[in-house]
């Protein structure tokens, strides 16, 4: 809380590509560089959010998924016949690879 507090007053030597950080929430450009111009220890979170080009492959380690796709009135679906931006019902199903205590 003291952190972010520090950040919005504009109080923190936290710089991105050379120029002060003037929030606490900033977008990050390909590239970026994060610099603590300070002499103080400073502890950041970083959250990263995208959307893969091409769906992975269901799968996991220690357990299994299954996806269905599903138009809205419910009927299944290939997801790959469907058009951009249609909308469907996903189930994802997850089950383990093996019983618990099993390894």
């Known amino acids: 809380m003291m952190a972010a507090q520090s950040l919005s007053d504009g109080n923190s030597a936290l710089t991105l590509n050379g120029v002060a950080l003037g929030s606490a929430v900033a977008d990050l450009p390909e590239g970026a560089v994060l610099a603590n111009g300070g002499g103080a220890p400073i502890t950041i979170t970083l959250t990263a959010t995208g959307q893969p080009v091409t769906a992975p492959a269901a799968g996991g380690k220690g357990y299994t998924l299954l996806r269905e796709y599903f138009t809205m009135e419910g009927a299944p679906v290939d997801p790959a016949q ?17 019983a618990e205590g099993d390894a």
Request: net charge positive; hydrophobic share 40%.
């Open 82 to 98: 469907v058009s951009l931006g249609t909308r469907l019902v996903t189930v994802l199903t997850v089950r383990p690879d093996s």
